[in-house]
């Protein structure tokens, strides 16, 4: 069992086909049936505080293993740090 303190990655892949045109009617119909859009952007891709970005193509497996924290690393394993040369002791 995962703890429940730990969280996931949630990949919804959706796959929408958008028709190439639409004749008037069929906008009006459309108009009709929808709610009012919310927000209607005022800015446009000239402005100087807005920047455009290109979606792409990811495969979710390889970039949840390319996010993976990096492991810790064990104390043990390389000399140095704070306390100076490790000393061993002599066997009399």
Not at 19 to 27: A, E, F, K, R
Not at 42 to 54: F, I, L, R, S
Not at 76 to 91: I, K, N, S, T
């Amino acid at each position: 069992l995962k703890s429940p303190f730990e969280h996931g990655n949630l990949f919804i892949l959706l796959n929408i086909e958008f028709p190439s045109s639409l004749d008037v009617s069929t906008q009006a119909a459309l108009a009709r049936l929808l709610p009012p859009p919310k927000h209607t952007p005022t800015a446009t891709e000239d402005d100087e505080d807005v920047e455009v970005c290109e979606l792409k193509d990811i495969d979710p497996l390889t970039s949840f293993k390319d996010n993976l924290p990096e492991e810790a690393y064990d104390d043990d394993d390389e000399g140095g740090g704070p306390g100076g040369q490790r000393v061993q002791c002599a066997q009399q």
